[in-house]
């Protein structure tokens, strides 16, 4: 009992520490009226944007999900994840500069200036059902069968299982709709930067007990006992069995991630808020260097569990993760750790409630009523969170019932509208001509054709298909649709970016330097988590040096003639402007 009113009273303590120094900061801001509750005045920096962007993208869901997925099979499923890298590259080089350009507040606004009214209201109908339906209450479940596991709510209270992890969610949901409905984009963007940090300190806190625990207290021969017995357990090229194909990463995923990370509005509002492109671009690529550390906190432990579980296996991959928590954590440690697994699920429920509220105010009440005031607007925010909270909320413990894993579950719904998304961007951003008819045929027909091969004829199953594969081939056909297509259906005018008016536009002068060393990391990552690298029985294999030696002597040499070049650049605008004088 007084370890459990310990555990109870730390827990208590860190999360109303969360909430009381975010209050403070966002306070202090001073932000007002629209522009402020759903933008954050255009005033976030790096750090925030990207501790932001990370709680809204690593919540529960990936603690658990990964983890579970790594108990099953592998770490193949870490390219999810890892590969993201590449994406925020892209975002930082390339979309983002347009976007902050165009001064847009949503990403459907963009595709309004490029195609039609139209347009943007269906994009923005597909996120925001895609956000209540899935996003939102498989954060809220996985947060709650994970707080069960560690404190046995359902053996504390006597309850049924399906009423305790119901319970749990409307507990959880509850408060991190708070967030979202009375402190805005900067309020969401403060509270996932601090419990950002604690979910690093949490995270890395597991493996290093796990590992102890499995050697007996050595964490070095637990360690070995990972590296000796099932080393193909530690590979993340996988194999067609696996849950993600290594040849996925060159298909399907890649326009997966590119949705998610430059197209995505929970993702993309944050670097739109940013104060200048400098800051933007620092946030976003830092956001990249930490997608980076996700095998070690999101998928290692899984791979432990699998060794520490050897005689007891789990009933369920979902439980890999809670029930490391529940088994390694000292009591002391474990109220702080709970507050900070609360603290993820809230920053991940909040930031896509923010979202969602957004884009109802400007895609869908603005449009209708162009001269709303502020007032209207935050109004409107605010009670579309409520809503989307109350329907999410509802839909959460239904999850329980999803029999293969919620992670593995949460992917294949997502393709009903990333691809027709990504597809219909790139097409507006890299063809000036296509008009609108083009890309509403393209969104619609892709749920018809989507549902109709993953959930009716069951393709992925039935031929061997994977549904990864599957969104390459529908992303490589919806570009050809429409290229088929934009003749009959051009634009009267070519496309010409609209530009306004914005924050400081200059680059970020590591930008460049900073994505080579992402894609040296990411190699890096692959080689070591591989046949070539310690997932063999032999051990690292002779030509793992070699190719270590290999990207670590080109990357620097790239990094360096690159800043060289952008230096020469700024240098050869600054003598020809004063030349002008």
């Known amino acids: 009992m007084e370890t459990d009113l310990f555990t109870l009273a730390s827990f208590i303590f860190f999360t109303a520490l969360v909430g009381i120094v975010s209050y403070r900061i966002t306070h202090r801001a001073k932000d007002t009226g629209a522009q402020g509750y759903f933008m954050a005045s255009g005033g976030l920096s790096g750090w925030f944007i ?6 809204t993208n690593l919540s529960v869901e990936q603690l658990v999900g990964l983890n579970g997925d790594a108990y099953a099979h592998n770490l193949s499923a870490m390219a999810w994840e890892c590969t993201a890298a590449l994406s925020t590259i892209a975002l930082a080089l390339f979309f983002l500069p347009r976007y902050l350009r165009g001064g847009f507040t949503t990403l459907p606004q963009f ?72 402190g805005g984009l900067r309020g969401v963007a403060v509270s996932d930067t601090i419990n950002g940090i604690g ?20 964490m070095y021969s637990g360690l070995r006992e990972i590296l000796d017995h099932a080393p193909e357990k530690l590979n993340a090229i996988g194999g067609k069995r696996d849950s993600v194909p290594f040849g996925t990463l060159f298909t399907g995923m890649i326009f997966a991630n590119l949705f998610y990370w430059c197209t995505n509005q929970s993702i993309v509002q944050r670097t ?8 933007g671009q620092k946030g976003v690529l830092i956001s990249g260097l930490l997608k980076l550390l996700v095998p070690l906190i999101m998928l290692v432990p899984g791979v432990i569990a699998y060794h520490l579980y050897a005689d007891r296996a789990l009933s369920r991959p979902d439980l890999t993760y809670p029930t490391l928590v529940a088994t390694l954590l000292p009591f002391w440690a474990k109220g702080f750790f709970v507050a900070v697994l609360f603290g993820t699920v809230m920053s991940h429920f909040n930031a896509v409630l923010n979202s969602t509220a957004t884009l109802v105010a ?38 329980i019932y999803a029999p293969d894993g919620i992670y593995a579950v949460m992917r294949r719904f997502t393709g009903f509208f990333n691809i027709p998304i990504i597809a219909v961007v790139l097409m507006g951003m890299f063809d000036r001509t296509v008009g609108a008819r083009p890309a509403k045929i ?3 027909l892709h749920v018809v054709i989507y549902t109709l091969l993953v959930f009716v004829l069951n393709v992925d199953t039935r031929f061997g298909l994977h549904f990864i594969h599957l969104m390459g081939i529908l992303f490589a056909a919806e570009i050809a649709l429409m290229v088929a297509l934009r003749k009959r259906f051009a634009r009267a005018v070519l496309y010409a970016p609209t530009v306004r008016e914005h924050a400081n536009e200059t680059p970020w002068r590591y930008a460049r330097s900073m994505s080579v060393l992402l894609v ?33 002597t080109f990357a620097p040499i790239v990094a360096w003639t690159l800043a060289r070049r952008r230096d020469n650049a700024g240098a050869s605008v600054r003598a020809s402007g004063a030349a002008r004088h």
């Open 50 to 55: 990207a501790g932001s962007m990370m709680l």
């Open 111 to 182: 595709l309004e200036e490029r195609y039609d009214a139209g347009t943007r209201r269906i994009v923005s109908a597909l996120f925001i059902i895609g956000y209540t339906l899935v996003v939102n209450p498989s954060g809220l479940y996985l947060g709650a069968i994970t707080f069960n596991q560690i404190f046995g709510v359902d053996k504390l209270f006597g309850l049924s299982y399906p009423a305790t992890i119901t319970v749990l969610v409307v507990a959880s949901g509850a408060i991190g709709a708070l967030y979202a409905v009375f």
């Open 199 to 218: 979910l690093l300190i949490a995270g890395l806190l597991i493996p290093v007990l796990g590992l102890a625990a499995l050697g007996h207290g050595d």
């Open 272 to 279: 739109l808020a940013a104060k200048s492109l400098a800051e």
């Open 362 to 399: 400007y895609d869908f009440y603005k449009p209708f009523r162009p001269y709303a005031a502020d007032d209207d607007l935050i109004r409107v925010g605010k009670r579309v969170s409520v809503v989307i909270a109350v329907l999410s909320l509802l839909i959460a413990p239904l999850l």
């Open 442 to 444: 393209v969104l619609v």
């Open 520 to 552: 040296a990391l990411l190699v890096t990552v692959y080689l070591t988590f591989s046949p070539l690298g310690i997932a063999s029985s032999n051990g690292p294999s002779v030509m793992y040096p070699f190719a270590m030696a290999i990207v670590w």
